[in-house]
């Protein structure tokens, strides 16, 4: 079993929805997770980060952890289509990342 | 805020060649980076961790031989991919760790490597 699971999508949604991305992990253990944007041909940039369970909040954009179901969930709100990316979940152990294999996600104006 | 600077960000070479891809700390020392490959639709795979000053880690699977790493400086980390074959054509990735928990690795740009 992997480490960390992601729906690879592809998903396109319209301009002003909002937007769900979620990933699964295997360790109980795990603590930090985190959401990284990576546009086209770019390096992966840090979005969220969030420790132990519970939401983060940051603009239009919601990271939550639900460590009773070993999920983690990236929520976009109002979705522009600057927000077009590809999303991977990242999990640190404090000595290593694991990445989810991305979602690509496409907002039509 | 810190930066990893990557070059070159696109490579085209004929199959045989030997790239080298840089992977420059800007504005702070990094004794460790981390070599990562993403074939496209992919996620990152970690290939190798590059220590200065000793040898590289290499991830079980990663070619020792095919990929070398050397991390002269505490500034400088540099892959060099020897005989390139067309399966070699991915996307490659540097880090470098952060030092605080909102910022535990500093990407670089990445290098699109294609070998015809």
């Known amino acids: 079993q992997k480490e960390v699971e992601q729906d690879p999508g592809p998903l396109s949604v319209p301009e002003g929805a909002i937007v769900s991305l979620n990933c699964t992990y295997s360790n109980s253990a795990f603590q930090y997770f985190m959401w990284y944007r990576q546009y086209s041909r770019k390096g992966p940039e840090l979005l969220m980060y969030?420790?132990?369970?519970g939401n983060k909040e940051d603009g239009r954009f919601t990271a939550q952890v639900d460590k009773s179901s070993k999920y983690i969930s990236l929520f976009i709100r109002d979705s522009q289509p600057s927000d077009s990316a590809t999303y991977l979940c990242?999990?640190?152990?404090?000595?290593?990342?694991?990445f989810g294999t991305g979602t690509s996600l496409t907002v039509i104006p | 805020g810190a930066v990893v600077s990557q070059h070159p960000s696109w490579v085209i070479c004929k199959s045989g060649t030997s790239v080298k891809i840089e992977c420059r700390s800007l504005?702070?020392?990094?004794?460790?980076m981390f070599w990562y490959r993403q074939f496209p639709k992919q996620s990152l795979m970690l290939m190798a961790t590059?220590?200065?000053?000793?040898?590289?880690?290499?991830e079980q699977g990663v070619e020792k031989d095919k990929f070398l790493i050397n991390h002269a400086s505490l500034t400088l980390s540099t892959l060099t991919v020897t005989s390139a074959h067309p399966e070699d054509s991915s996307f490659y990735i540097c880090s470098a760790p952060g030092t605080r928990v909102d910022q535990p690795q500093h990407f670089g740009d990445g290098t699109r490597l294609s070998i015809l």
């Open positions: 590059s220590n200065e000053g000793s040898k590289a880690t290499y």
């Open positions: 990242a999990i640190y152990t404090g000595n290593q990342f694991y």
């Open positions: 504005d702070f020392q990094a004794t460790t």
């Open positions: 969030t420790y132990s369970s």
